[in-house]
């Protein structure tokens, strides 16, 4: 049988993953042009941003890997086959970085650093009043495997952290809370919103005029997720009008984030180049070996997508 690797990747990177998938699997047939094998010897794709339609139609295929966390662009798709299963990045390389982002981004707005930055440009010496981080409420939208390395993270720097999911969870010294009606009394007393949820049907323009006006004025957000989450013309205006005071932005509806936009001259928002938590090589060659691992010796692969939940 025969692995397909269905990415969006340049050929340095297709090459490097090729390289790396084969001496963790070296009894494996891997391809990454379709063409070149008969469709019905395919029974594992191994995809990253496959570009819609590469699956379609491959008849025996048991098995889709994705190398990203976020499956939401695949479930978009309407080719991929919806019988085979899905399973998604889960490694803890990427848990890791994506709490060294969060924390970043919170220190950084909760001490000022991004104010200090603006007034370096402008040599303007203004030292702010600075607060401790037990005195700053932060809360994590999404309680995953990001979410939770970010909560744990945070708290264990001192802030006071709560996390929203959508069913129960109880994660030490995080307070925790479910469901649609708890959001807006959590937001009503949250200084950062750090982001971490799956775009899904429930969360896809999540963060509107309706979420900020919940939020104290003079909160800020830190978007790590997908840039789908947020109405952009409603951050925009409670940035305007102050309510808002600066947001951290990793993800956008339009990546590249098109040249024109107003994010990338605004004064209270940083951009990031979706670089929050990268699919590491290294670590997650392992991890979709693993998986197929389990596959070959008929064992359930981990990291399985609910389709239903839709992450
Ligand atoms: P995950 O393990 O599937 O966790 C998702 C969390 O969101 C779960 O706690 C889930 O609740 C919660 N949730 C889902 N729908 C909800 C709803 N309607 N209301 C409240 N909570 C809801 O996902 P993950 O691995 O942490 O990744 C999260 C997202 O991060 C990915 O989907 C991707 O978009 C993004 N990401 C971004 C980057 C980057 O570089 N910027 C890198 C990797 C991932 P339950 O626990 O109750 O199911
Ligand atoms: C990155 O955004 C991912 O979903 O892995």
Redo the contacts with the bound molecule.
């Keep these: 049988m025969t692995i397909l690797l269905a990415t969006d990747f340049d050929s340095a990177e297709q090459r490097l993953w090729l390289e790396l998938l084969q001496a963790a699997l070296p009894d494996e047939r891997f391809v990454s042009d379709r063409q070149a094998v008969d469709d019905a010897t395919i029974d594992i794709a191994i995809v990253a941003n496959p570009p819609p339609g590469a699956l379609r139609g491959l008849a025996n295929l048991r098995l889709i890997q994705s190398l990203?966390?976020?499956v939401d662009k695949l479930l978009g798709d309407p080719s991929v086959p919806p019988q085979v299963t899905i399973a998604r990045?889960v490694d803890p390389a990427m848990n890791a970085a994506m709490a060294e982002t969060a924390l970043w981004a919170v220190l950084s707005l909760h001490r000022g650093f991004f104010t200090y930055a603006a007034q370096q440009r402008a040599r303007h010496w203004q030292p702010l009043v600075q607060r401790r981080a037990d005195e700053v409420a932060v809360a994590v939208l999404g309680l995953g495997q990001m979410g939770r390395a970010v909560a744990l993270r945070l708290a264990a720097q001192g802030y006071r952290v709560s996390g929203w999911s959508a069913r129960p969870a109880e994660l030490a010294s995080i307070h925790t809370h479910t469901g649609d009606d708890s959001l807006g009394p959590l937001l009503a007393r949250t200084d950062l919103v750090v982001n971490l949820l799956p775009l899904t049907p429930a969360t896809r323009g999540l963060l509107c005029a309706r979420t900020f006006d919940a939020m104290p004025r003079g909160a800020s957000l830190v978007n790590l997720a997908r840039g789908a989450h947020v109405v952009d013309a409603d951050l925009l205006a409670a940035l305007d009008r102050g309510h808002l005071q600066h947001a951290v932005l990793d993800v956008f509806a339009t990546e590249p984030l098109p040249a024109d936009h107003r994010y990338w001259l605004h004064p209270n928002v940083t951009v990031l180049p979706?670089a929050a938590?990268q699919?590491d090589a290294r670590s997650a060659a392992a991890v979709a070996a693993a998986n197929v691992r389990r596959v070959r010796f008929g064992e359930p692969p981990q990291s399985l997508v609910d389709r239903r939940r839709g992450y």
């Design positions: 990203w966390a976020g990045m979706h938590a699919t």
